[in-house]
């Protein structure tokens, strides 16, 4: 603890605010060390000589610790949430059992990657000189979080847009490879200009002197940039032709799924409608 310590007492005596400056910058170790001590040790001791007081610590150094402790209680959840109900709506949407997982890992490689840069660029600070800032070797606590539950939203938008072109086409077709070409092809147009739309905003906080800031635009822009370059242009076709027909698998046990598509054209004359791949 350090000096001065003020003592605030209101005019019935039944409250006070006591003002301890804690060791260290105030996000640092020694500051968190430094509060523990005092809510460990310090204030249990004081209130020992006070039966029935009750205290509340405040101040940045508190509200960071309190913060993060409940981020990492509670971010576990939400992860598993968000994956949990994206596998559900795209399990109903195309009634595969397949293209939930995939699109979940493909979603995952995305943020994943955001992640990477962010750590690169900000906590090892490889890239002050370019964005003009002094890195504290840290990331903000909130940022992963954000990050996810964003791109997350982001990408799931478009890949349902190009799951539902190739999906339109292979009903008509009957032909994955086709179908995946002739889904990429009529929807890049349109992915790519979103992307490039939001690449830019998303850089415009970089130029922002708040470090934070600098780290949610970068992050965002870097991962709809790979992922509308790397991961939808490149990986989800790759990974569409290699598994074939496997994609549009169904088990017979889930065949009670609702048909939720209003747009699939009809089939092509004397051709039948296309059903779940079932494995015996």
């Known amino acids: 603890m350090n000096q001065p ?26 500051s968190v060390n430094a509060l523990a ?6 204030i249990p001791a004081t209130l020992a000589k006070v039966p029935g007081a009750t205290v509340a610590v405040g101040g940045l150094t508190a509200a960071t610790v309190d ?9 576990g959840w939400i992860f598993g949430f968000v994956l949990l109900l994206a596998f559900v709506l795209l ?21 994943g990657a955001a992640y990477g840069v962010i750590v690169a660029l900000f906590q090892w600070g ?7 800032f002094t890195s504290t070797h840290s ?24 799951l539902s072109r190739i999906r339109e086409s292979y009903d008509r077709t009957g032909d994955t490879e086709q179908a995946v070409a002739h889904g990429i092809k009529i929807s890049a147009g349109v992915v790519t200009a979103a992307a490039v739309i939001m690449v830019f905003v998303f850089l415009t906080f970089a130029t922002m002197s708040m470090v934070q800031l600098k780290e949610m635009g970068v992050g965002l822009a870097v991962a709809v940039l790979l992922d509308a370059t790397i991961v939808r242009a490149c990986l989800l076709p790759a990974m569409m032709k290699l598994l074939g027909r496997y994609n549009w698998y169904l088990p017979r046990w889930l065949r009670w799924l609702p048909q939720v598509s209003s747009s699939t054209p009809p089939p092509t004359a004397g ?8 494995v015996a």
Do not use: C
């Not at 913060?67 to 971010?75: H, Y």
């Open 5 to 30: 310590i003020t003592f605030i007492v209101n005019p019935a005596h039944t409250a006070a605010i006591i003002q301890v400056p804690l060791a260290g910058t105030g996000e640092d170790t020694a």
């Open 37 to 42: 001590t005092l809510r460990n040790k310090v």
């Open 67 to 75: 913060f993060n402790a409940l981020m990492g209680q509670r971010s």
């Open 91 to 111: 399990l109903i949407s195309f009634r595969s059992l397949v293209i939930p997982v995939t699109s979940v890992v493909l979603n995952l490689l995305s943020v």
């Open 126 to 132: 490889w890239g002050q000189s370019l964005f003009g």
């Open 139 to 162: 990331i903000a606590s909130w940022l992963p979080l954000f990050l996810f539950l964003v791109l997350f939203g982001l990408s799931m938008d478009y890949h349902v847009f190009i």
């Open 271 to 278: 051709q039948p409608p296309r059903q779940p791949v079932t």
